[in-house]
């Protein structure tokens, strides 16, 4: 569910607005550009030397981290067998997709809420609240916040901001397949509540009592990113202290690999499953659809100093913006990716020299994944010393919790000094231009990390990390 995934539609022109509408609002690429440039190179961060938040209260920082992924719910565990250049990705065996022109996916298998979740919420609830719960109490165990320490927080100043491009889709499916089947009649009662895309937020805070900040960002792939901006926001503004933010989707569905299918987005690689994810190779033939959480615990410094907590890694910043352009398909002239990358920095207090690591969206479609590092070239104009990686290229494309995933793995690398490789780099393309650390790990010092994530509708989130520092 991104604007960078469409290889080819029969006919784009029905996703295009009406050329009349379309025209009295936005100037035609070039014209947008010269319009605006003044505004960039104002708010350029090679412009002027950069000055980064210095008050305590404004600095957000990472404390703990939780996930639900094919490799499993342990943050270590996941970053590991990522390190190691492993595929999550295999045959679909949850449905039978038996029919389907593809037949596999990033599955998650075996999940167990482990006392996270009752007994008897745990059989209502969609998937998504379900990877929502266990992912979030994770993260805050990880953040030194198990049930008793909870009790020491103001849980008014808390808040949960966990989005979702989906929301509750297998509950909506099933309720749609009982309609059919047997009639309103048998519709759950539970199908209103656990179908909608903020219910995997408004639960976890029902768990927890955080009575703080509580709503849902859909921006389809890039629903994380812009969670965790929105979430950051909170805290520098003065309404929290303290912020869940991530996100997750359970869309391994029928339905959804149906839709996909319809749109030509999906790699169609059943004779082999874990080669199929290839960013940036010539022979690429689409994304694999995936599922997952990935979950971040959000804090200002003054409350993490004040508590103790550890610091994994500060959130420098982020933007988001949108293309304005096209239903699922890209500007071709990347004006607003790069734009956001620009704004992100901006945000961040960083100059473009200063950023060594890209954690890059890169979902082996054959439009997407280039006109990605065309906007990066124009913001970065020496990649020399520049490595970007791709996530998905072993886990597949989670859709609204890929940036939650790809913001673990970046922050992972920064503590470790470790980078994940990028798989199945067989027939790379000559025009990428930067390290893609292809097929093996590579150890490097990050300085700053940035990770872009961007969904259809022409949503762009791009999001800024480093190494904490006091």
């Not at 404004?58 to 404390?63: D, F, G, L, N």
């Not at 509750?168 to 048998?186: H, I, M, N, P, Q």
């Not at 006109?371 to 020496?382: G, I, P, R, W």
Request: net charge positive.
């Amino acid at each position: 569910m991104e604007a960078q995934h469409i290889i080819q539609l029969k006919n784009p022109s029905l996703f295009l607005f009406p050329k009349s509408s379309f025209s009295t609002t936005v100037k035609s690429p070039a014209r947008l550009s010269r319009r605006f440039r003044h505004v960039l190179l104002a708010s350029h961060p090679s412009a002027a030397a950069p000055k980064r938040e210095k008050d305590a209260k404004k600095r957000v920082v990472i404390t703990g981290m939780g996930l639900v992924s094919v490799f499993g719910n342990d943050v270590d565990t996941y970053y590991d067998r990522l390190v190691a250049g492993e595929s999550g990705i295999s045959l679909i065996d949850k449905f039978d997709a038996s029919k389907f022109p593809t037949r596999f996916g990033g599955q998650i298998r075996g999940f167990k809420s482990n006392g996270y979740i009752d007994a008897k919420n745990d059989s209502r609830l969609d998937d998504s609240q379900r990877y929502c719960l266990v992912a979030g109490k994770k993260a805050l165990e990880d953040a030194g916040l198990g049930s008793h320490e909870l009790l020491k927080i103001d849980r008014e100043r808390a808040g949960v901001l966990v989005g979702s491009g989906g929301g509750g889709v297998s509950v909506f499916s099933d309720a749609v397949r009982c309609l059919t089947e047997r009639g309103y009649r048998k519709i759950t009662p539970f199908f209103a509540p656990y179908s909608l895309t903020n219910m995997a937020s408004a639960v976890l805070a029902m768990h927890l009592g955080f009575m703080g900040p509580n709503y849902n960002v859909s921006a389809a792939c890039a629903t994380a990113n812009a969670s965790f901006c929105a979430a950051a926001n909170h805290i520098r503004l003065g309404n929290a202290d303290l912020m869940i933010s991530g996100g997750v989707d359970a869309g391994l569905i029928p339905v959804e690999l149906g839709g996909f299918v319809a749109c030509k987005a999906l790699s169609r690689r059943n004779h082999d499953p874990q080669t199929a994810c290839r960013p940036w190779d010539k022979e690429r033939d689409g994304f694999v659809l995936s599922e997952g959480a990935g979950v971040l615990v959000m804090e200002s410094l003054e409350h993490a100093m004040k508590r103790g907590a550890p610091i994994l890694a500060e959130f420098l910043g982020g933007a988001v913006n949108c293309d304005a352009y096209h239903v699922t398909n890209p500007r071709p002239d990347g004006f607003s990716v790069s734009s956001c990358i620009q704004r992100s920095l901006v945000d961040a207090g960083v100059s473009t020299e200063e950023v060594n690591y890209i954690n890059a969206h890169a979902t082996s479609t054959i439009i997407g994944d280039l006109a990605e590092v065309n906007a990066l070239k124009k913001v970065f104009k020496n990649t020399k010393g520049i490595k970007m990686n791709a996530t998905k290229s072993m886990i597949g494309h989670s859709m609204g919790a890929a940036g939650g995933l790809e913001a673990i793995a970046t922050i992972k690398a920064i503590q470790t000094g470790w980078l994940h490789p990028t798989i199945n780099q067989f027939n790379p393309e000559p025009a990428v231009e930067f390290d893609t650390v292809a097929n093996r790990k590579q150890q490097h010092e990050i300085n700053v990390a940035i990770s872009n994530s961007f969904g259809f509708g022409g949503q762009n989130s791009v999001i800024a990390f480093s190494a904490f520092k006091p």
